[in-house]
C-alpha cells in the first residue's frame, strides 16, 4: 500500500501499522522513525536518535511502545 504523505529525507525501509490501523510507524535511512496520524495525513511523532539506517520498526501489543533497530546495532525503545 503506497501512502502519499510519507516524508523523510529519503525513502523509508520499514512500515508498521497500530493495531487500530489509525497510525502507521516508519524507519528510514535517515536515521529517525516518524508516526503519522492516517486519518490527518499529518506527522504526530518525530522520533530522532538512531546514529544510522533505521531497518526494523514494530508497535508493541497494546500499541502504547514502539521498538526500532538499525545499522546502528542498537535496539530502541520508545515509550508514548
Excluded at 506527522?43 to 520498526?57: R, Y
Amino acid at each position: 500500500m503506497e501512502v502519499g504523505f510519507l516524508v523523510h529525507m529519503t525513502d523509508p525501509y520499514k512500515s508498521d501499522w497500530s493495531a487500530d490501523s489509525r497510525l502507521l510507524l516508519s524507519g528510514s535511512k535517515d536515521s529517525t522513525l516518524k508516526v503519522w496520524d492516517v486519518r490527518t495525513q499529518k506527522l504526530k511523532q518525530d522520533l530522532p536518535g538512531h546514529e544510522d539506517e533505521v531497518f526494523a520498526v514494530d508497535w508493541s501489543p497494546d500499541g502504547e511502545k514502539v521498538a526500532s533497530g538499525g545499522r546502528d546495532r542498537v535496539l530502541k525503545l520508545w515509550m508514548g
